[in-house]
């Protein structure tokens, strides 16, 4: 799937890594309640690990690691009754552009990375 990716969010001639955790709902509570400070479940937390810092320090280098990406598998089936092949690649892509540093917090990001989300995912839907 990452092979069908546009151009400009592929790591060329690098080796970008991630993990994805998949888990159920009560962990995933956990985790938003220890790194966001939310008392809830949600459908994909996001880690990232590449930040400008990180970029610098590893510019030169052919391998480095982007983050972290949590699913809750529960949560995910609540939301993507029946279209779960295309459901996972949206969230996977919404996970994978919060680790690029993309955030929706204010209606323009939402809009920016809705947008993006919406052209990869149309690279590479099922």
Request: charged fraction near 35%; proline fraction near 2%.
């Amino acid at each position: 799937m990452l092979k069908k990716f546009p151009k400009n969010y592929k790591f060329v001639d690098k080796k970008a890594h991630l993990t994805v955790l998949l888990t159920n709902k009560y962990k995933m509570k956990l985790l938003n309640k220890k790194f966001r400070k939310k008392n809830k479940s949600t459908d994909i937390l996001s880690f990232p690990f590449f930040n400008e810092k990180n970029v610098l320090k590893n510019k030169k280098k052919r391998k480095f690691y982007l983050g972290d990406i949590a699913i809750s598998y529960e949560d995910f089936l609540k939301k993507n009754k029946g279209e779960y092949k295309n459901g996972f690649i949206k969230i996977f892509i919404h996970g994978f552009l919060h680790l690029l540093n993309f955030d929706h917090k204010s209606n323009r990001d939402y809009k920016i990375m809705s947008s993006i989300e919406s052209k990869i995912f149309n690279k590479v839907k099922v």
